[in-house]
Every structure is written in C-alpha cells, then in structure tokens.
C-alpha cells in the first residue's frame, strides 16, 4: 500500500495554514486507533458538475478517513455537498461531473480506476443505502430476485441455489420476520421499514468494506427509524465496515455517530469525536446549527434554517464562505478562505477566530 | 388475475353496446329510403309495403335496434348487396388477410420503433438524438397510401426486387417464404405510422425509467451498464405496451388503404369496392369485425400489462 | 413534441409525448438548468414548414392566377407526358391534363376538407368540454362516457363508415371527419376546464357570485383556448391525411375535379407505365402532412403550454 501520496496530500489543507498545529493534520486527530490504515481515505475531493455552461463547486476539498468499524457522520444543511461526497466516493455520476484529490480504498485510488474495475468495487466493496427505500429498489422485480442479482453480479456465490440461500439468510440477519415471503414479495407489497430492511440486505449481501448510508432513514417512520438505526449498528458491529452516514438530524448524529464532520458549502468546517463536536462545538457554523434545534434531547428535530441562506454552490463568496451568516466574522473572513485547522485533540475547525486562538 | 382480467371484460361490455349503437345509427343515417333503392322504380306500393314490413323499417327506432343488435350477436349482419351472400362470413374471410397483414405490420412496428426509441434514449448527444426525432417524426406523418405507392415504384415496379401487390404468388409456390415475399412491403407501409409512434413513446418511457432513482441504486451496486438498461427498459414497457396496443389496433384503420394499393385481399380492399358498390352492409360488418377486433386488442393489451406491472394486479 | 398522428386521448399520458429533446440519456444532470432555457422562437425546421404551408394556401387561394390550366382541361393525345415536357412541370395524366395544375387547383379542396373539420370540431369539442367540464357530476360522466364509445373504433374506419353511409360528395367527407376529430378535442378541453376550475380565481369569481355562463365565458374559454387552438393546429396535418384518404376512397370530391387524394388513385394505374407522375400526388400530401405536423410542432413548442398548466 502506498501511504505516501495521501499523506501529503492530505496535508495541503492544513498545512497552508499558519496556524496548522502539528505538521500532519490527520494523524493527531479524529482517528482512536491511531496508525491504523483507514479503509477509505478521501482527500482534498472536489466535484464540479457542468451543464450547460453552468459550472457548480458542490465538494471544495474534502478530507475524510473512514475506519473499519466506525461510523462517521457527514451533517450538514441541505444543498450543503453531503450526498455528493457520498456519491462522488462511488463515482456515480455522468460526464457531466468531474473529480479531483484522491479517494483511496486501502491503498488503491478510486478516482482513476478503470471504469470496469470500478463496477466490482461498487456494491461489492463499497455498499450505499440511499435515502428512499421505496425508490431504491425495482419495483417490477421481486426482492429475492434483486438480492440475488447482486450476489451472482459479484460473484460471491457460486451458483444460482446457493444465491437463493444467502438471499434467505440476510433477509433474516436483517430482522425481518418472514424472509420467504418477503423473498417473493413485489417492493409495492412490504411496509416502508420492510423495504429498508430489504434495501439494507441488498448494501451488506457482499459483505462491503465500507458502507455508505445517505440518510437511510429520513424517510421512514419516528419508531421504524430508530429500529433502522439499531439494525445498522447491529450489522457494522458484525461486519466491521467503515460507514460514512450521511444525514441532517443532529439526533441521528448524536445517536449512532463515532465521529462528525459539519459540512457547510461542500466543505467539512469542522470534524472530531460526535460526542465532542455536538456537545462543545467550536465552529460558528456548528454552533448554530445546533441552537437551530428546538430543544435537544426533548425533540430530535431537523435542522432549523440560519440566519440568511446558505450560499449556491455556484456562486460561493470570496473569503469564509459562512462569512456572509456568521455573527463573529470579521475583516479576514471576508478576504481569506479558512483552512481545517486542528484545535484540541483529535479535533479540527476552520476558522479564522479559531486560528487566532491557537496561535495565541 | 383472473379477477382482474373478468373484470376488464365486463368493462369491455358497455363499449361494445356503444359501438353497437354507432354502426346501428350510421345504418340508419343512409340518406334516401332504403325500401326504395332495394326494389328499385319499378316495385309496387304493396311490395313496398310488405318489404318494409319484412325490413322491420315500421317499428319504433329501439325496437329496431334490439332486433338488429339481437341479428348482430346471432352473427347476422345482413346480406351483401352485391355478392348475395351473408355479409358477415364474407368479411370474416377478409379479415383473415387483414389480420395476417397486420400482424406482420406491428412486428415491424413494435421491433422497430422499440430498436429506435431505445436508441434514441440510450445514445447521448445531439446528432442521435436529432436524427430518431426526424425519423419518427417522418414516418408519423406518411400517409400509408403515400408510402406504399413510393414503395412500389422505387422497390417493385422498376426492379422486381418485391412483388407489387397481391397475397401469394399464383404460379409459384405458395408456402410461407412466398407469404413473406408479398408481406414486406404493404407490412412496412402499414407499419411506419405506428413505429414512429411508438419510438417517441420507447424514447420517453426509456429517458423516464433511466432517471429513475432505483437506476442509481442499480448502478452504486455495480450491475453494469447493460443491465441496468435492461432494467429500465422492462420498467418502460408496460407503459409502451399500451400505446404499442393501441397503435396496432389503429393499424386495423391505416391497414384499409395499404390493402388498397397492394391489392391485398384484406378488409380494406373488401370494404372498397363495396363503397363503389354502395354495398353498405358489407361495409357495417367490416368495422364492426374491425372495431371488435379492436376492443379484443385493447383487452389483451389491458391483460399483458396487469401481468407485467404488479401494481395494477388488482 | 405534439404530432397528432392517430385521433388518440390527448389528455391520456403518452399519448401525446412532450419530452424535451434535450434531456439527456444519462442521470445527473440538474433538471432545473435544463429547464429554465426555454425557446421563445420557431427553430428552423418548424419556419421552414410554416413557409411550406403557407405555400400551399397560397397555392389554394391563388389557384387560377398560377397554373397555366384549369384542372379539367386536357389532350388525350398528350397523355402520360413525362416532366419538365411541353410547358408541363411534373408531366400530364392519363387524360393529358397538366398534373402541376391539377395539384395546385386540387389543394383547394384538400385543404378543405382538412381544415374545415377541425374548425367545426374544434368548436363542438369546446363546447362539449366546457359542457362536460362545468356541468354537474351527471352531465360530466353522460358527455364523456359517449365519447368514449368512440375510442372503440379505429378513427378513420369510422370515418369511412359515415362517409359512405352518408354518400361520396365533399360536405359529407367533411361531417365524418368532424365527427371522428370531436372526441380528442372534447377530452382535452374537458380536462383543461378540470384543471382551470381548481385555480385560486376561479374560487374568488364563484364566491363573487358571477353565473357560470359568465365564467365560463370570461375565466374558463380565455384559459383553456391556447391548449386547444395549439392541438387544433397540430390535428390539421392528420386532417388533410384523413380527408386525402376518403378522397381516395372515392368518397370525397367526384370525380373528374381536382382533389390530391382522388389524384392517387386516379394516377396509381400508372405506376408501372410512368411511375413518376403517379408518384406526385402521394408526395404532395406526404408533403403537405409533414410540414403541418413539423409546424404544428414548432407553434407547441413556442407556446409551450402543456408545460404551463402543469
Ligand atoms: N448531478 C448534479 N448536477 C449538478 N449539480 C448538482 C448535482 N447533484 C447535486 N448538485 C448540486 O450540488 C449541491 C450539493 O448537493 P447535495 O445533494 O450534495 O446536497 P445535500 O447536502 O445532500 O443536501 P440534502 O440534505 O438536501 O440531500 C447542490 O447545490 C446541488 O444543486
Ligand atoms: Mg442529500
């Protein structure tokens, strides 16, 4: 595994800062396990989608490292860059969109894999969950047949009955009551959990490496969502996956959440363990994002809208691109961009107020 | 299934009652008095009486209806004017032909415009995209008459390459390869109208279903590309089935000029020389046969798609 | 994209199929900047066809002025003359009779017998719409499910049915096409009634107190008129097919007048002997049916309203 490339890389972001507090931004912070290689490592990705003569920075530089084992949390308003980050790691868009940085799973960059390569590593190695499991599934084929089509797709089985067999076992490891006639069920004919369940067996039937959920439960039920979100902790807990989990309920974050990064205008602003990062937040952005939430622990309510509007991925301002919205910005907010900077242990935040504090 | 399918039939009932009524009302709208064009100048008062009487021309309107509709489900629709046989069994014989032709025809349409719509989704840009909305364009605009006379002239008439008209050869054999040779061109004059037709629809249904979230889910699970068309394309084709049966059920209209040109002995050719002939029963019982065959298309239609879209089984 | 192409529902989804061109085959693209550009001119195809039908009124209206014969007028001896030959452009038919002539003499009919039936079920179908749309529950479910009867046929077998009951001769060509083009446009102006009636004025001009015939007249038809005109339009391309093939039939003009359809079957004798000419009448129409379908098309697109009342 080349370790070099990333490493330096990564280190761009902070290092270009002044106030950059240890001379590798990553390996101070947000990782327990320390030298551990993460699975997936993202670094410096940007995403730019152009039609039309439109051009729209949705991701500007995301550093991200996902452990096996581990759930980080992309939060973030909407139009924020989560869904893309998650997508772009896949690679699922068209011509329209182009990357750059690196995406690596252990070792082996993403981004520049052959489009053939990249059709085994998706779904066999990095799995989505996405958003709408009634929209996630076919619904003119049954779901044993969907299950099974993704088991022989990559190859993990070696013949149609055996296919059959493991679609049975997961629709039972993913709790749901009846797999066999959940096997021969048509999506239209099971509940919204059900659904889920299924769609979830589908992302874990090959035992992926790293998982990417994109708010797998926003569209279900309160009750439904918090056993959804048992199940995935259930499931990472056996499979040891890397998860990214993407999704804007502060609630869920806090829940299930090992680590956090607040994305704000297709940045992460501010990174670190969930439990620290929701609980004493450091950057402006996360600070009222969470006085946004009526009243936490009593209802886990949505993101509540800031002051102002975040800004359109086309046409994100000079200097901090929260500046415009930020009760503390001042003269260098709105000329210089701020950099993820470590601040405190295992922690990282752009801003410039920040920068100051450290260096003082 | 079975549910759903008796209940389509019964919804099937009223229509054919209404269409019923229609050729009944377009029998009765004959200009003229029809006792007299029967029996000629030359008939006498009492034989005019009587044959009225015998016509069933003196009772109230509904009552001749009832007895009409009561003939028409006895499989009596009259007597040919002309040829003084049985209308129905004639245009029966007829309609055989038709139906062979039009079943090439909508082979030829559905294949086709399912091969080009699919194209036209799948391809990107606009040069592909440009020439399929030409070509279906075009080809919904031609006049079949247009079409099958251009085909005769630049592909029979000048180089013997098809046979210009007719079923069979009358000399040579006449086992399928011969059927085959007289088919393709009335088959693909008859066919453009709804291949255009069901191109465009292909090309929306398949655009729709490509844009369909579950595709990306398809995708981020690494089926590959292929597969995953091919999963969109059977999610566009209960949609496409019904306007595809619908257009073959129009096929049995644009088929009447086809038959024409080509001298096919079909329905259509049947139902014109009989307007020459002012041969109106014949002419009733061939859009009743063809207006029958229609309802029966739809039904089938209505069945594949309960069978191929589970949602609608109900 | 609207080209009528069979009397089918025009309210029914797909059977009239308006996807922009331009979507792309693949995902990913954000609809709202696809959307926004939206075309406010003609693209040149459907300008060039509007030339081609204005060619053709012209032809029509300017008849006597532009052909050097009259239709009927012809010399056996000069039967069958090939192009461009003796002051014939496209050649004489089998009676010598200049085919150029006949063409443009014939587009007079022609164009009749295609436009005058979706004029007369433009109206009759708006009229039934508004009935069927404003009416009560009743009215509603009696209009439409007469209608319906006559999806049961394929149109132009019904067309023929009425033409020939009622007799060869223009004006009955005329009736069966009117009564075959009623029922899409009725359909259409219903469901345009349904969705006009739902908007927030409507609610204001009933609480107002106004009549229905004075909303009707002074909400409803203003609204529901550009729906309907630009299907109209779009329908007259099929109407000149339709009317060309009763011609055909022999159940339009009698012969030996000029009329495009009549002129296909007269010349197809002559496939064999000079397949040119026999071919002009059949190319005109085909002409004639592409560019009133292209143009039809174009006026849609400029107008854009089907997108507007979603
Ligand atoms: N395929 C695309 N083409 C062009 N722009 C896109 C595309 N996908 C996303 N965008 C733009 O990228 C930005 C980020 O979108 P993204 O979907 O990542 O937001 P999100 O954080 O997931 O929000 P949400 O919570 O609403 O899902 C948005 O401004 C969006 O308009
Ligand atoms: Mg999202």
């Known amino acids: 595994m080349e370790t070099a490339t990333p490493?330096?890389?990564?280190?761009?972001?902070?290092?270009?800062?002044?106030?950059?507090?240890?001379?590798?931004?990553?390996?101070?912070?947000?990782?327990?396990?320390?030298?551990?290689?993460?699975?997936?490592?993202?670094?410096?990705?940007?995403?730019?989608?152009?039609?039309?003569?439109?051009?729209?920075?949705?991701?500007?530089?995301?550093?991200?490292?996902?452990?096996?084992?581990?759930?980080?949390?992309?939060?973030?308003?909407?139009?924020?860059?989560?869904?893309?980050?998650?997508?772009?790691?896949?690679?699922?868009?068209?011509?329209?969109?182009?990357?750059?940085?690196?995406?690596?799973?252990?070792?082996?960059d993403l981004l520049s894999l052959p489009p053939k390569e990249m059709l085994a590593v998706r779904g066999a190695e990095?799995?989505?969950?996405?958003?709408?499991?009634?929209?996630?599934?076919?619904?003119?084929?049954?779901?044993?047949?969907?299950?099974?089509?993704?088991?022989?797709?990559?190859?993990?089985?070696?013949?149609?009955?055996?296919?059959?067999?493991?679609?049975?076992?997961?629709?039972?490891?993913?709790?749901?009551?009846?797999?066999?006639?959940?096997?021969?069920?048509?999506?239209?004919?099971?509940?919204?959990?059900?659904?889920?369940?299924?769609?979830?067996?589908?992302?874990?039937?090959?035992?992926?490496?790293?998982?990417?959920?994109?708010?797998?439960?926003?569209?279900?039920?309160?009750?439904?969502?918090?056993?959804?979100?048992?199940?995935?902790?259930?499931?990472?807990?056996?499979?040891?996956s890397a998860v990214l989990l993407v999704t804007h309920d502060v609630g869920v974050a806090e829940e299930v959440g090992d680590r956090v990064g607040v994305m704000y205008a297709g940045r992460i602003v501010e990174f670190g363990p969930a439990?620290?990062?929701?609980?004493?937040?450091?950057?402006?952005?996360?600070?009222?994002?969470?006085?946004?939430?009526?009243?936490?622990?009593?209802?886990?309510?949505?993101?509540?809208s800031i002051v102002g509007q975040p800004p359109v991925s086309g046409e994100i301002p000079a200097g901090c691109a929260f500046g415009l919205r930020c009760p503390h910005a001042f003269a260098r907010c709105r000329s210089v961009d701020a950099t993820l900077i470590s601040v405190g242990e295992r922690r990282q935040a752009a801003c410039h107020l920040l920068e100051e504090e450290v260096s003082a | 299934m079975i549910r759903f399918l008796l209940r389509r039939i019964g919804l099937a009932v009223p229509t054919l009652l209404?269409?019923?009524?229609?050729?009944?009302?377009?029998?009765?709208?004959?200009?003229?008095?029809?006792?007299?064009?029967?029996?000629?100048?030359?008939?006498?008062?009492?034989?005019?009486?009587?044959?009225?009487?015998?016509l069933g021309l003196d009772a109230p309107i509904p009552v001749q209806y009832v007895k009409w509709l009561g003939n028409v489900v006895q499989g009596d629709l009259g007597r040919s004017i002309a040829k003084q046989t049985d209308a129905l069994p004639y245009v029966w014989e007829a309609f055989r032909n038709t139906l062979t032709l039009s079943i090439f025809a909508a082979l030829v349409a559905i294949l086709g415009g399912i091969a080009l719509g699919v194209l036209a989704a799948t391809r990107r840009g606009r040069v592909a995209s440009g020439f399929s909305t030409a070509v279906s364009l075009f080809s919904i605009s031609a006049p079949q008459y247009s079409v099958g006379l251009i085909l005769i002239v630049y592909l029979s008439a000048g180089r013997g390459w098809f046979p210009s008209g007719g079923m069979r050869n009358p000399?040579?054999?006449?086992?399928?390869?011969?059927?085959?040779?007289?088919?393709?061109?009335?088959?693909?004059?008859?066919?453009?109208?709804?291949?255009?037709?069901?191109?465009?629809?292909?090309?929306?249904?398949?655009?729709?279903?490509?844009?369909?979230?579950?595709?990306?889910?398809?995708?981020?699970?690494?089926?590959?590309?292929?597969?995953?068309?091919?999963?969109?394309?059977?999610?566009?084709?209960?949609?496409?089935?019904?306007?595809?049966?619908?257009?073959?059920?129009?096929?049995?209209?644009?088929?009447?000029?086809?038959?024409?040109?080509?001298?096919w002995p079909g329905l259509g050719l049947v139902v014109f020389q009989s307007i020459s002939q002012r041969d109106l029963p014949v002419i009733q019982a061939g859009v009743l046969v063809s207006a029958l065959a229609f309802v029966v298309i739809n039904l089938i239609v209505d069945a594949l798609h309960g069978l191929m879209d589970p949602r609608i089984r109900r | 994209m609207t080209v009528v192409h069979q009397i089918t529902d025009p309210t029914r989804p797909g059977a009239v199929e308006d996807r922009p061109d331009e979507v792309p085959a693949e995902p990913d693209v954000a609809p709202a900047a696809t959307k926004s550009i939206k075309r406010r001119r003609l693209g040149w195809p459907a300008r060039i066809a509007g030339s081609v039908c204005a060619l053709f009124?012209?032809?029509?209206?300017?008849?006597?002025?532009?052909?050097?014969?009259?239709?009927?007028?012809?010399?056996?001896?000069?039967?069958?003359?090939?192009?461009?030959?003796?002051?014939?452009?496209?050649?004489?038919?089998?009676?010598?009779?200049?085919?150029?002539s006949r063409i443009i003499w014939g587009a007079r009919p022609s164009l009749l017998t295609g436009l005058i039936p979706v004029f007369v079920a433009g109206l009759v179908g708006t009229v039934l719409g508004l009935v069927a749309g404003l009416g009560t529950r009743r009215i509603n479910s009696i209009v439409m499910r007469t209608l319906?009867?006559?999806?049961?046929?394929?149109?132009?077998?019904?067309?023929?049915?009425?033409?020939?009951?009622?007799?060869?001769?223009?004006?009955?060509?005329?009736?069966?096409l009117s009564v075959i083009l009623i029922p899409p446009i009725a359909r259409l102006a219903e469901?345009?009634?349904?969705?006009?009636?739902?908007?927030?004025?409507?609610?204001?001009?009933?609480?107002?107190?106004?009549?229905?015939?004075?909303?009707?007249?002074?909400?409803?038809?203003?609204?529901?008129?550009?729906?309907?005109?630009?299907?109209?339009?779009?329908?007259?391309?099929?109407?000149?097919?339709?009317?060309?093939?009763?011609?055909?039939?022999?159940?339009?003009?009698?012969?030996?007048?000029?009329?495009?359809?009549?002129?296909?079957?007269?010349?197809?004798?002559?496939?064999?002997?000079?397949?040119?000419?026999?071919?002009?009448?059949?190319?005109?129409?085909?002409?004639?049916?592409?560019?009133?379908?292209?143009?039809?098309?174009?006026?849609?697109?400029?107008?854009?309203?089907?997108?507007e009342g979603k």
């Open chain 3, 191 to 307: 469901s345009e009634v349904a969705r006009i009636k739902s908007a927030d004025f409507m609610e204001a001009a009933r609480v107002s107190g106004a009549g229905w015939l004075s909303i009707s007249i002074r909400h409803v038809l203003p609204n529901a008129a550009p729906a309907i005109v630009v299907y109209c339009t779009a329908l007259v391309g099929l109407s000149i097919v339709y009317a060309a093939g009763l011609g055909f039939l022999g159940l339009g003009v009698a012969p030996p007048n000029a009329e495009w359809g009549l002129m296909v079957n007269d010349l197809r004798q002559y496939t064999f002997s000079a397949p040119q000419i026999s071919l002009v009448p059949a190319v005109v129409i085909l002409i004639a049916s592409v560019a009133f379908n292209v143009f039809g098309d174009g006026l849609r697109d400029l107008l854009d309203v089907r997108a």
């Open chain 1, 126 to 240: 990095i799995a989505m969950v996405p958003q709408d499991p009634t929209a996630a599934l076919d619904p003119l084929r049954r779901i044993g047949a969907q299950l099974v089509e993704v088991l022989r797709q990559h190859k993990v089985v070696p013949n149609k009955a055996a296919a059959q067999a493991r679609a049975l076992e997961l629709l039972d490891q993913v709790g749901i009551p009846d797999p066999k006639r959940v096997y021969r069920s048509f999506p239209h004919e099971l509940s919204g959990g059900m659904r889920q369940r299924a769609v979830i067996a589908i992302a874990v039937s090959c035992d992926p490496k790293v998982l990417i959920a994109d708010e797998p439960t926003t569209a279900l039920d309160v009750t439904v969502q918090a056993q959804i979100l048992d199940l995935f902790q259930r499931l990472i807990a056996e499979l040891h």
């Open chain 1, 275 to 304: 439990a620290e990062v929701l609980n004493t937040p450091r950057h402006p952005y996360t600070r009222a994002l969470l006085d946004s939430i009526p009243t936490p622990g009593v209802e886990r309510g949505r993101l509540r």
């Open chain 2, 18 to 54: 209404g269409v019923s009524i229609v050729i009944f009302v377009t029998i009765r709208i004959v200009p003229g008095d029809p006792v007299a064009s029967l029996l000629g100048p030359t008939g006498s008062a009492e034989a005019r009486e009587r044959l009225t009487k015998d």
């Open chain 3, 57 to 100: 009124f012209l032809a029509a209206v300017a008849a006597p002025l532009l052909t050097p014969f009259g239709p009927l007028e012809g010399d056996r001896s000069q039967r069958l003359l090939p192009f461009f030959s003796g002051g014939h452009l496209l050649g004489t038919d089998g009676q010598g009779r200049d085919v150029l």
């Open chain 2, 171 to 263: 000399t040579g054999d006449s086992g399928f390869g011969d059927l085959l040779n007289h088919l393709w061109l009335p088959g693909i004059s008859a066919a453009l109208v709804p291949l255009g037709i069901i191109a465009r629809m292909v090309r929306s249904s398949m655009l729709d279903a490509l844009s369909a979230d579950f595709v990306e889910s398809l995708r981020a699970r690494g089926i590959p590309e292929w597969k995953v068309r091919w999963h969109a394309f059977h999610n566009a084709l209960p949609s496409v089935l019904t306007i595809a049966g619908l257009q073959v059920g129009y096929l049995l209209g644009g088929v009447i000029f086809v038959e024409i040109v080509f001298s």
């Open chain 3, 148 to 176: 319906d009867v006559f999806y049961a046929f394929p149109a132009v077998l019904l067309a023929i049915a009425i033409a020939a009951a009622l007799g060869s001769g223009t004006s009955n060509a005329i009736i069966a």
């Open chain 1, 7 to 108: 490493a330096t890389s990564s280190v761009v972001a902070a290092s270009s800062s002044p106030a950059a507090a240890s001379p590798d931004g990553r390996d101070g912070t947000g990782q327990p396990t320390g030298a551990v290689q993460p699975t997936l490592r993202i670094s410096d990705l940007h995403t730019v989608f152009r039609s039309r003569g439109l051009t729209v920075a949705a991701v500007r530089g995301v550093d991200l490292d996902l452990h096996p084992g581990e759930i980080t949390v992309l939060l973030g308003e909407s139009g924020s860059g989560k869904s893309v980050t998650a997508k772009s790691v896949m690679r699922l868009y068209g011509a329209n969109a182009s990357f750059s940085g690196a995406v690596e799973l252990e070792g082996r």
